[in-house]
């Protein structure tokens, strides 16, 4: 056991890039079992490397005090990108457990103000790196794509927004391209920093029904989606001029609606093609 653990230790030291995909391949309790013979630090060091997501699901699978430990050896970056995937109580407990001083700066980096997109993004959307081939990427749809869009969002290991593409154009793609060969570079985004009215009055509605929220450096926040937008429209209804607003969205959201019917269509019947080539 103990050789083990040096091996380990040392793959992990030498390939943290290599050894965190292996780990994101393997699913959440694989890889928590395979480092779980490591120390807190160590563990950080190779997860830092993983997307927030897949970082996040392998630490719910370690004891409260284990995943404040590899938090606490985290950049606050990377840190913050991970708190972001928990569920509300999780964070909490998680953020009770760090150091007076570091839980204090993730929680301040945490606050945006209330009604911002940066608040409202959900942050547990599927990402993808761009570093990873198409069949694993489709490998990863199969087991986490409950969290799918249409848009997915591709991010760099230290969480910034490098491109989206679409999930169709993912699943039909047989050419063993990466994903980042695929994904559109100009992206229309949302500040995090924008308020209501600003989110609401922004002109992509239009094309987009759903959009990635960045904040000035770049650092992904997660997507707002039209039915965000439209419990949005119903808080700020009178306080602002939103003129023909309300139509325009009601019609993009029937649009939406049987895009979305036809899009899970031809995502199952693509799967099954694949699956049966």
């Avoid at 509605?205 to 429209?233: K, N, Q």
Wanted: one cysteine or more.
């Amino acid at each position: 056991m103990e050789l083990e653990h040096h091996l380990t230790l040392g793959y992990f030291q030498s390939h943290p890039v290599e050894a965190a995909r292996h780990l994101e391949s393997l699913g959440p309790q694989a890889a928590s079992a395979l480092l779980d013979v490591l120390p807190g630090d160590e563990i950080a060091n190779v997860l830092e490397h993983c997307l927030p997501v897949s970082t996040a699901k392998i630490l719910e699978e370690f004891p409260p005090g284990l995943s404040a430990d590899v938090l606490s050896a985290m950049n606050a970056t990377s840190a913050i990108g991970v708190l972001r995937q928990f569920e509300e109580a999780t964070r909490f407990d998680i953020l009770e457990r760090l150091d007076n001083a570091i839980g204090s700066t993730l929680r301040r980096a945490l606050r945006y103000s209330p009604n911002t997109a940066g608040s409202l993004a959900d942050p547990q959307v599927f990402t993808l790196p761009p570093d990873i081939p198409v069949e694993e990427a489709i490998s990863r749809i199969r087991t986490y794509g409950q969290k799918a869009m249409y848009y997915i969002y591709v991010i760099d290991r230290d969480g910034k927004l490098e491109g989206v593409l679409t999930l169709r154009q993912l699943l039909i793609d047989t050419s063993g391209h990466s994903v980042g060969t695929l994904m559109e570079q100009q992206i229309i985004t949302l500040s995090a920093e924008a308020n209501l009215e600003e989110i609401l009055k922004h002109p992509e509605w239009s094309r987009f029904h759903t959009l990635p929220v960045v904040d000035r450096w770049g650092t992904f926040f997660g997507a707002l989606r039209y039915r965000m937008l439209r419990r949005i429209e119903k808080d700020v209804e009178g306080k602002a001029p939103l003129g023909s607003m309300s139509d325009s969205l009601m019609q993009l959201w029937e649009a939406y609606s049987i895009t979305g019917i036809r899009l899970m269509t031809d995502v199952a019947q693509t799967l099954h093609e694949r699956k049966n080539v």
